[in-house]
Nanobody
Framework: QVQLAESGGGLVQAGGSLRLSCAAV????????RGWYRQAPGFRRELVAA???????NYRDSVKGRFTISRDNAKNTVYLQMNSLKPEDTAVYYC???????????WGQGTKVTASS
């Protein structure tokens, strides 16, 4: 089992920055990929950024050049640095870990990010 705990998020003006953190506990050695998803009201949850155990990064096109995913293996923590935030980035952001041979998913509780215009 992998459990995730998020922190960060909040309200910023458009153009501002925020950093989200996601700490993992449990079967850390079995994690394949860690990522951040978001879900705005009335929309489906979508992938924002992901990083594999080998360090490969993947971003959705709308956040490329503005968001950066990183990790601190010593702390079992993944970060999402969000710069130049836009109102359309407003959503609840969820931390994700895909783990195990059966590729199960664990999710954080979600943290709200609001970029006001």
């Amino acid at each position: 089992q992998v459990q995730l705990a998020e922190s960060g998020g909040g309200l910023v003006q458009a153009g501002g920055s925020l950093r989200l953190s996601c700490a993992a506990v449990g079967s850390i050695f079995s994690i394949n990929t860690r990522g951040w998803y978001r879900q705005a009201p009335g929309f489906r949850r979508e992938l924002v950024a992901a990083i594999t155990s080998g360090g490969s990064e993947n971003y959705r096109d709308s956040v490329k050049g503005r968001f950066t995913i990183s990790r601190d293996n010593a702390k079992n923590t993944v970060y999402l640095q969000m710069n130049s935030l836009k109102p359309e980035d407003t959503a609840v952001y969820y931390c994700n870990a895909n783990w195990g041979i059966s590729r199960r998913d664990s999710w954080g509780q979600g943290t709200k990010v609001t970029a006001s215009s």
